[in-house]
């Protein structure tokens, strides 16, 4: 099992930067990929960013490519997300998620493939 617990959400204004963090407790985390996602009201989950296991390799949605920024910290069991130029449309609940695979080398964009998952935490941005 692993916990996961997500904090850094708030209010922001349009524009502006805010660094989510997600730190990991129970079995291993630094062999597995960890990814963050999120939904906004009345919509689907959406996928936003993946990193790998040694922090080498990320993917990101491209509705955030250029402005969100992954990485990790496996001596911390802490994944990041950095984002900046928030726009309103970003205001959704972002989930941090772990996939149970060891050493995988593909990113997954699709939450079926993520086992353990945060509880979430609120951005909002003003317009």
């Known amino acids: 099992q692993v916990q996961l617990v997500e904090s850094g959400g708030g209010l922001v204004q349009a524009g502006g930067s805010l660094r989510l963090s997600c730190a990991a407790s129970?079995?291993?985390?630094?062999?597995?990929?960890m990814g963050w996602f999120r939904q906004a009201p009345g919509k689907e989950r959406e996928f936003v960013a993946a990193?790998?296991?040694?922090?080498?390799?990320?993917y990101y949605a491209d509705s955030v490519k250029g402005r969100f920024t992954i990485s990790r910290d496996n001596a911390k069991r802490t994944v990041y997300l950095q984002m900046n130029s928030l726009k309103p449309e970003d205001t959704a609940v972002y989930y941090c998620?772990?996939?149970?695979?060891?050493?995988?080398?593909?990113?997954?964009?699709?939450?079926?493939?993520?086992?353990?998952w945060g509880q979430g935490t609120q951005v909002t941005v003003s317009s």
């Open positions: 998620a772990a996939d149970s695979r060891s050493f995988i080398s593909v990113l997954s964009t699709a939450s079926r493939q993520y086992d353990y």
């Open positions: 990193i790998s296991w040694s922090g080498g390799r990320s």
């Open positions: 129970g079995r291993t985390f630094s062999t597995n990929a």
